[in-house]
């Protein structure tokens, strides 16, 4: 199975940082990454799909990069709305495996 | 506008089998990957498995002794039945869709299901 490991596993910030979540791949998996946010009692949203393409009708503040083992999500000016736990997924290889998640407060 | 409405039982005892439906709305089932996903209380998500629309199935190793996931094209749904529950399973359970022409991540996910199993 292709390990997924996210950091920071939390975080609290003030409305217009910039905030930084990582994702790392056990083993190469090209752009086969998205990013999710989900917040309480909701099913998650894509944001980020082949790493860096924006999601339709997601706030270009957020921005994906990375590709191989080391990927980023980057929030550039963090607001009010984007608490939540936010989760990498890779789908190169079965079984698809998600991050552990990173939880986002707002100071 | 794809929707994705799915339902269930949601209390179980051990060792009964877990039954969730999922029925897709404004779309076809074919050219798309249909999924279950499950998240344990204050957890993280767990890919459970997938099918295809002619129902070619892929599933989780940890999981793959016991669930079994299907598609009826006739009624546009597909369903997921994991067997021998245990306190283990009880979860939030969501269905999900991905495909070719989605760049192959979850795109459309139900609106989740919370199953407890409990004696």
């Known amino acids: 199975d292709i390990q997924m490991t996210q950091s920071p596993s939390s975080l609290s910030a003030s409305v217009g940082d910039r905030v930084t979540i990582s994702c790392r791949a056990s083993?190469?998996?090209?752009?086969?990454l998205a990013w999710y946010q989900q917040k309480p009692g909701n099913a998650p949203k894509r944001l980020i799909y082949?790493?860096?393409t924006l999601q339709s009708g997601v706030p270009s503040r957020f921005g994906g990069s990375g590709s191989g083992t080391e990927f980023t999500l980057t929030i550039s000016s963090l607001q009010p709305e984007d608490f939540g736990t936010y989760y990498c997924?890779?789908?190169?290889?079965?079984?698809?495996?998600f991050g552990g998640g990173t939880k986002v407060e707002i100071k | 506008q794809v929707q994705l409405q799915q339902w269930g039982t949601g209390l179980l005892k051990p060792s009964e089998t877990l039954s969730l439906t999922c029925t897709v709305f404004?779309?076809?089932?074919?050219?798309?990957?249909w999924n279950w996903i499950r998240q344990p209380p204050g957890k993280g998500l767990e890919w459970i498995g997938e099918?295809?629309?002619?129902?070619?199935?892929s599933y989780s190793p940890s999981l793959k002794s016991r669930v079994a996931i299907s598609v009826d094209t006739s009624k546009n749904q597909f369903s997921l039945k994991l067997n021998s529950v245990t306190a283990a399973d009880t979860a939030a359970y969501f269905c999900?869709?991905?495909?070719?022409?989605?760049?192959?991540?979850?795109?459309?996910w139900g609106q989740g299901t919370l199953v407890s199993v409990s004696s």
């Open positions: 082949t790493a860096s």
């Open positions: 997924l890779q789908h190169k290889n079965y079984p698809l495996t």
């Open positions: 404004g779309g076809s089932l074919a050219d798309h990957y």
């Open positions: 083993q190469d998996i090209r752009n086969e």
């Open positions: 999900a869709r991905r495909g070719q022409f989605d760049f192959w991540s979850f795109d459309y």
């Open positions: 099918t295809s629309y002619i129902g070619r199935a």
